[in-house]
Every structure is written in structure tokens, then in C-alpha cells.
T-cell receptor, first 112, second 114 residues
Framework: DAGVIQSPRHEVTEMGQEVTLRCKPISGHNSLFWYRQTMMRGLELLIYFNNNVPIDDSGMPEDRFSAKMPNASFSTLKIQPSEPRDSAVYFC??????????FGQGTRLTVV | KNQVEQSPQSLIILEGKNCTLQCNYTVSPFSNLRWYKQDTGRGPVSLTIMTFSENTKSNGRYTATLDADTKQSSLHITASQLSDSASYICVVPIQETSGSRLTFGEGTQLTVNP
């Protein structure tokens, strides 16, 4: 298995533009997590899905952020409109009930 | 409040030396604790998972300990190498009825110098 796959690896966009981050979890995993990492705040959980259903989105910063998981093999995190303070590395992780969670390589987002 | 605290925040050592990283947690109920290594520009990678019944677990030059009574864990790195330079993150899952989500410490930034 190729592991958790995220795209793009890097994204530079202008303030106000829509940004869509993509994640393909490991096949067979039933939980998917979106995290944001910054120097100031470390890793923060934004939202997690269980069996494609959003369970906890309390970490989503504001209404500009939205996440979907239309099926077990794909999820998106959308920011609309983007702002400079959204600049961070966004990680997707997946797991299958057990204690292990596998992370993707992350998407480095820069909003200018 | 469920929390995970790590110390030191950063550490610089010379190649070949040993070091110990600390993690204190207040997550309850407790099921397991994980240590992740995150290289610059990459996602976290699991080093070890400690369950409630385990006191010590080794993975090569990495040895993790767990004291569930005092809610403390340590990660000991022996004979450090330049490639050990990374952020080491202590993670404890919070169990919820619909699954679990991870509570992260802020990490210890380790720098190994030649």
C-alpha cells in the first residue's frame, strides 16, 4: 500500500481564492483525520470522519473551512475564501479502530 | 481537561550522546500512548505504541517507558545519530463512543550536531 496520499504537496494561492486539499486514506481504514500544523500552535485536529461520517468538527476554525468524505477512499478540505493566516501544513491521517494512525506527507499551503 | 505536555521544548546534543525526552499526560480514560518522529517537511511517523500494561518497549536505539500510575512516559535515544534530528511528538488517543481522536503534545525539537 502506498500509504496516505495527499495532494497537492505544495500550494501557493492569493488571498480570497478557494483552496481544495485532497486525501486518499489507506485502503480499509475507517477513520480519517485532518490536521493543521503551524509553528505557533503545533498539530491541531480540524475534523475527523468515521465510516465517512463527520464525527467531530469542533476544530474547524470557521465557516470558511469545510471538509467532505464522499466515499471511503477520498476526502477533501476546502478553504473559501483563503486568508494569509491559513498558511500552514495540512496533514491527513487514517486509521482502522486500532491504536495506529498513519499520516500523509502533508500539503504546505501558503496564502499571499 | 485532556492534555499532553512534553519537555524539554528543544534539545541540542552531540552525535553519539544519549538523551531522554519526557511526556506527561492527563488523558482519561487511558488506553495507549504513542511516540512519533517528524522529520522536517514530512508527516509524523510512529516510533512506538505503549499500552496500559507495558512498562518498557524498545525499537532499535529508541526505548520508551510508561508509568501509568504517574501518567508519565519517556523516550530514550541511545548513541544518537545525525538522522535523529527531528521533532518527537507524544500522542495519546481520547476514546469516544464513535472512535478515537489523538491528543498531541507540542513536541520536543531534537538537534544532533556532529
Amino acid at each position: 500500500d502506498a500509504g496516505v496520499i495527499q495532494s497537492p504537496r505544495h500550494e501557493v494561492t492569493e488571498m480570497g481564492q478557494e483552496v481544495t486539499l485532497r486525501c486518499k486514506p489507506i485502503s480499509g481504514h475507517n477513520s480519517l483525520f485532518w490536521y493543521r500544523q503551524t509553528m505557533m500552535r503545533g498539530l491541531e485536529l480540524l475534523i475527523y470522519f468515521n465510516n465517512n461520517v463527520p464525527i467531530d468538527d469542533s476544530g474547524m476554525p470557521e465557516d470558511r473551512f469545510s471538509a467532505k468524505m464522499p466515499n471511503a477512499s477520498f476526502s477533501t478540505l476546502k478553504i473559501q475564501p483563503s486568508e494569509p493566516r491559513d498558511s500552514a501544513v495540512y496533514f491527513c491521517a487514517s486509521s482502522f479502530w486500532g491504536p495506529e494512525a498513519f499520516f500523509g506527507q502533508g500539503t504546505r499551503l501558503t496564502v499571499v | 481537561k485532556n492534555q499532553v505536555e512534553q519537555s524539554p521544548q528543544s534539545l541540542i546534543i552531540l552525535e553519539g550522546k544519549n538523551c531522554t525526552l519526557q511526556c506527561n499526560y492527563t488523558v482519561s480514560p487511558f488506553s495507549n500512548l504513542r511516540w512519533y518522529k517528524q522529520d522536517t517537511g514530512r508527516g509524523p511517523v510512529s516510533l512506538t505504541i505503549m499500552t496500559f500494561s507495558e512498562n518498557t518497549k524498545s525499537n532499535g536505539r529508541y526505548t520508551a517507558t510508561l508509568d501509568a500510575d504517574t501518567k508519565q512516559s519517556s523516550l530514550h535515544i541511545t548513541a544518537s545519530q545525525l538522522s535523529d534530528s527531528a521533532s518527537y511528538i507524544c500522542v495519546v488517543p481520547i476514546q469516544e463512543t464513535s472512535g478515537s481522536r489523538l491528543t498531541f503534545g507540542e513536541g520536543t525539537q531534537l538537534t544532533v550536531n556532529p
